[in-house]
């Protein structure tokens, strides 16, 4: 089994950063993208950022600029610097992993349990 645990989420100020952390443990093989997602209230989860393991990445227009993804591959462990936050950046904030178990074994998407951000303007 694999676990996600989020940390990081709390409220600031527009204008203000935040920075979330999702530690990957459990039986894991190798890691290939690892990405966050966000939910806002009646809206569907959308992608943030994702950061596939050949270093590729994939931002979400509007946070193109003010948010970073890194990964620790010695961790597990997958990074979202968040600078310039808006009021529209308040959501619940999921990492993701594709992730396989054991050698030449499919791969396989996790989650984590999400993480509240909320930004005050």
């Known amino acids: ?12 100020q527009a204008g ?3 920075r979330l952390s999702c530690a990957a443990s459990g ?3 190798s890691i290939n993208a ?4 966000r ?11 994702t950061l596939t393991g050949g270093g590729m990445t994939n ?25 310039s936050l808006r009021a529209e950046d308040t959501a619940v904030y999921y990492c993701s992993i594709t992730s396989r178990r ?3 074994t499919a791969e396989l998407a996790y989650w984590g ?3 509240q951000v909320t930004v005050s303007s």
């Open 102 to 104: 054991l050698p030449n």
């Open 59 to 83: 931002y979400a227009a509007s946070v193109k600029g003010r948010f970073t993804i890194s990964r620790d591959n010695v961790k597990n462990t997958v990074y979202l610097q968040m600078n």
């Open 1 to 12: 089994q694999v676990q996600l645990v989020e940390s990081g989420g709390g409220l600031v």
């Open 27 to 29: 039986t894991i093989f």
């Open 39 to 49: 939910q806002a209230p009646g809206k569907q989860r959308m992608l943030v950022a």
């Open 16 to 18: 203000g950063s935040l």
């Open 34 to 37: 690892m990405g966050w997602y």
């Open 113 to 115: 349990q999400g993480t």
